[in-house]
């Protein structure tokens, strides 16, 4: 089948437009004050949550207050684990807005008076309507199950979201340049995700991210498979070593998503494992397998590792016969009897 024809490979192509809105809405947002609050809890589901984790360790970075990231199904069950009786500001981040254990987690939130409510989505469903402050970002709409355009949506409003909250406008500033430097990685390394993806010798796919990045490699974890199937996990850099690296040997693709703060010992992580004989993709700012050259400040260019990435998803799962736009089991959300 000719890529085009797959919306999964449309939606990849073109999330840089949704991007540009994610910054637009988020900058016309009146957002809630940091100091209102004695904590942040960010909150999803998959991807979401993975989404989740990334923007809590944004939040505590730019802004030195604490933040966590739950998923929807824990802050509903397990609530007692996650709240204090401290007044809490929640962001529920959510595609669809319609995820039942998020919906049902933020209903119960409200209903104890726990605090306000934050929204970002791609639709203006269940979950904005509870909001005291809702984000939706419309270009981020998708067709295919697995996130990929909507994800990065999001993920550039949260991230934006973190910098506006932290006072720090000249990091959202900076972020202007995103769009620009996405559609130059695409055009740049495309082919680069196509000859990995179709590579069919590579049985198994580890993503190391560290800091912000960790709930990155975790969402590109399950791109890789509800899109392929394949075997893969997301682990922090340094925890690779504590025995998941047993592993690696030469159909193994190690994926480093690499920092500048921590380059040096996470680039030895690498050059250890393609000792092993693993295939080693490194991304980074520069001298890399894929290289941004943004100039913008790394604790607000997270989105760029995932273009890439995707696409190696994507070409993979078309390779191996599959359709990248409905993953096996699954079901664009999850909808539950509670
Ligand atoms: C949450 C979610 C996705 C997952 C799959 C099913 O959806 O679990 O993270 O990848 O698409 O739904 P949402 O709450 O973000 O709409």
Redesign the pocket.
Known sequence: MNIETYHTYKEIKSQTQAWAQALDVVNASHLPKAGDYTQIIFT??????YLSLSAAAMYQELTGRTARAVS?GELLLNSQTVLTDQKTLLVA???????TE?VKAVEKFKSEKRGDVVVISNYDEVLSRMADVNIVIEKGQEES???TR?FASMFVAVTALCAKMAGRDELVEAMKELPGIGNSVIGRYEEYAKAIGENLDFDRFYFLGSGIRYGLACEVN?KMK?MTLTHSEPFHFMEFRHGPMSMVKQNAVVVGMLSDANRTHEAKVLSEMKMLGGTVAAFAESEADVCFESNIPESVRGVLYLPILQLMAFYRSVKKGLNPDCPAN?????KLDF
């Open positions: 999803g589901c998959g991807s979401t949550y929807g981040i959510s595609r669809s807005g319609t995820t998020t199950v697995a996130q909507s399950l509800e699954l079901t664009a959300v999850v």
